[in-house]
């Protein structure tokens, strides 16, 4: 089984939010009411929340249009999505797929959101099955261990962005087998210190994970 993570894994969401950012200058948001209302819009109380809606009510609070934000926002969400898939994420999805065990996706955010960006980057036929979680990935990630303990021989894979997170996955569940894929919005130090194996692109995971699948 491999448990994949979306954004910055398999959709270039840095990129994606400097495009979202570029679109909100145009309409004269400065770049600094977009960073703090962003850092709101995204978590509250312990929950991921954010959305194109969210984000807009909160820039409204600041005097800006929120039927002129939520236009820029919703340009951006449209089918142009695709656009933000790293070069070799749908080659890398085939590869893997191509290995014959299960494809999971496992994303944190929103849940309509998520949806939205996976549905509109075009990938969602390459996984069995998906889950967008607004709290933590731990309690999905335990469901599927219960699971793939049981049923599958091939050990279990996680692929993920996030230093800080996949630790504690990795604490948690020592039986997985983790690779990181390096963010451009994470320091490359994080990765190093982390003694997880990270690599820059998905074409790297995927050379490492044929030369260490069973």
């Known amino acids: 089984m491999f448990i994949i993570d979306f954004d910055d894994t398999l959709f270039n969401t840095h ?13 004269g948001v400065t770049e600094s009411d977009y960073q703090e209302t962003y850092v709101e819009a995204l978590k509250k109380n312990d929950s991921f929340n954010y959305s194109n809606e969210w984000h807009a009510e909160l820039l409204g609070l600041r005097g800006y249009s929120v039927e002129k934000v939520l ?39 929103e849940v309509r959101f998520q949806e939205l960006k996976v549905k509109g980057a075009g990938i969602s036929e390459y996984f069995d099955r998906m889950f967008m979680v607004q709290d933590s990935k731990e309690h999905v990630m335990q ?8 049923s599958f021989q091939d ?60």
């Open 15 to 27: 990129d994606f939010k400097k495009v979202r950012l570029e679109s909100l200058i145009k309409i």
């Open 71 to 109: 236009s820029s926002l919703e340009q951006t969400t449209g089918d142009q999505l695709q656009e933000f898939l790293f070069p070799d994420t749908v080659e890398f999805l085939e590869k893997i797929k191509d290995i014959g065990q299960s494809l999971v996706l496992l994303s944190l955010g």
């Open 143 to 150: 469901k599927l261990i219960d699971v793939g303990e049981n």
């Open 155 to 214: 050990g279990m894979w996680f692929i993920n962005d996030k230093v800080e997170e996949t630790l504690l996955i990795k604490n948690r569940f020592p039986q997985l087998n983790i690779v990181l894929k390096k963010s451009a919005s994470i320091d490359e130090k994080d990765y190093q210190q982390s003694n997880v194996p990270y690599f820059k692109t998905l074409t790297e995971i995927y050379d490492y994970i044929k030369s260490n699948i069973r």
